[in-house]
Antibody
């Protein structure tokens, strides 16, 4: 069974940093691109970042470019999101998502981890 | 990276059909056959309902169907059921690579 489990969320002050993790199981993690998608309270889904299977290709939304860094450790079946210079507008539930059975969509999602940026 | 445009809300009675539109540009919806649709119930993670414009993942009822014409994609839900009440989001490959719609709240009357 495919499982994605996020961790690392919490309360952080504006300007602070946080590192999110996503532990993957039930599939060959090293073969698939992975993504972070976030959802601000009461708002819609927003794609944040994507990383290819071998980390050769990395993409960011304009809203986080230069502040967030996506990475992965295929040996540990883990995906990461390093978030620096956090702003109030980064407050959201952050989901780890992947296209495993389906290539060009997100067919598996984690349960999400809440990041709150507030003083 | 502008969000795709969806109606804020749609509604229908049980047994009826509803269609949710998703309008983009030739750089996203119109340029690729990689439109997907997600259902999200309150407090839950999104669930994939349609991918590649019109394909259904295993386990998704055939009451859910997708289509595309030009820069606009559509999700049609026929034979509405109470459990279909949820938020629905479209998503398209855009080269950058992904963009979501703003979401549509479906109310089953």
């Amino acid at each position: 069974e495919v499982q994605l489990v996020e961790s690392g969320g919490g309360l952080v002050k504006p300007g602070g940093s946080l590192r999110l993790s996503c532990a993957a199981s039930g599939f060959t993690f090293s073969s698939y691109s992975m993504n972070w998608v976030r959802q601000a309270p009461g708002k819609g889904l927003e794609w944040v970042s994507s990383i290819s299977s071998s980390s050769s290709y990395i993409y960011y939304a304009d809203s986080v470019k230069g502040r967030f860094t996506i990475s992965r450790d295929n040996a540990k079946n883990s995906l990461y999101l390093q978030m620096n210079s956090l702003r109030a507008e980064d407050t959201a539930v952050y989901y780890c998502a992947g296209g495993v059975v389906v290539v060009a969509a997100f067919d598996y999602w984690g349960q999400g981890t809440l990041v709150t940026v507030s003083s | 990276q502008s969000a795709l445009t969806q109606p804020r809300s749609v509604s229908g009675s049980p047994g009826q059909s509803v269609t949710i539109s998703c309008t983009g540009t030739s750089s996203d919806v119109g340029g690729y056959n990689y439109v997907s649709w997600y259902q999200q119930h309150p407090g839950k993670a999104p669930k994939l309902m349609i991918y590649d414009v019109s394909k259904r993942p295993s386990g998704v009822p055939d009451r859910f169907s997708g289509s595309k014409s030009g820069n606009t994609a559509s999700l049609t839900i026929s034979g509405l059921q109470a459990e279909d009440e949820a938020d629905y989001y479209c998503c398209s490959y855009a080269g950058s690579p992904w963009v979501f719609g703003g979401g549509t709240k479906l109310t089953v009357l």
